[in-house]
């Protein structure tokens, strides 16, 4: 390219042999374009062999510095994205969204729940990647001050998802918002997107400063004292098909 490479949206792009999982090529052609202000990373192509993997690779490669970027949008199988997270190097204010896409819709089979739970919808590396980003802000008092949790609206998700937004940041260095979007649909009961969220609580490095709450799924009576006793400094509560 003859100018700087600003943005970049790949799109069901297949790059890389499947044992690379397409993150080592990736982060390979990343590492070339410093000046990348929004990145874009949709439902990466992999070979049929490459689908049943379990767990997820430390990265082998140099990581990726982006010391521009603003946006990172991320929507792929969890341990992938994952992995593609860790391999980059980027800012603490960068605004963050990660989809983590069911099993099912690739599985070539018909959808049931045995085929989702080959996917989880929960890793204990989504910690670590927002304490990463985030923590530093949070110990120095500033907190996102609004979460919000709904339906997923990305049009690709074909299965029951929940979306969990932090948003509303006390000050900077936090961006405006961080967005999660996983996979409920290995939990089979009424109740699956208070489990779904009792597990991401655990995820976030600090809530201490969540204020306003906006519920808008329904959730059962474990995952509202699940809340409560997160949630110590919430003032303002919206519910909305939810009980």
């Known amino acids: 390219f003859h100018a700087p490479l600003t943005s970049l949206t790949l799109n069901k792009t297949c790059c890389g042999s499947p044992d690379r999982r397409l993150v080592g090529p ?11 202000e929004h990145l874009e990373v949709t439902l990466p192509v992999y070979e049929e062999e490459d689908y049943h993997l379990q767990g997820a690779k430390e990265p082998e490669y140099q990581k990726a510095s982006l010391p521009k970027l603003k946006t990172l949008d991320v929507h792929d199988e969890l341990p992938q994205a994952l ?4 391999s980059l190097d980027i800012p603490p204010n960068v605004q963050l969204s990660l989809v983590s896409e069911a099993w099912g819709e690739y599985d070539r089979e018909t959808f049931s729940h045995e085929s989702a739970q080959q996917i989880p919808s929960y890793d204990p590396r989504i910690r ?12 120095d008092g500033v907190w996102f001050t609004r979460l919000n949790v709904m339906e997923s609206e990305v049009p690709q998700v074909t299965v029951s998802a929940v979306a969990i937004e ?3 940041p006390s000050g900077g260095p936090l961006p405006k918002n961080m967005l999660l979007t996983v996979d409920c649909e290995m939990y089979q009961s009424s109740a699956r997107h208070s ?3 009792s597990r991401l609580y655990l995820s976030f490095p600090s809530l201490d400063g969540i204020e306003t709450l906006e519920v808008y799924v329904v959730m059962d009576e474990e995952g509202w004292k699940e809340t409560d006793r997160r949630l110590t400094a919430l003032t303002h509560l919206t519910v909305d098909n939810a009980y």
């Open 83 to 86: 992995s593609l997270i860790e």
């Open 166 to 168: 932090l948003c509303d």
């Open 26 to 36: 990736l982060v390979e052609i990343l590492r070339r374009l410093p000046s990348l």
């Open 195 to 197: 489990q779904a969220l």
């Open 128 to 139: 670590d990647i927002l304490t990463n980003q985030y923590g530093a802000a949070c110990r």
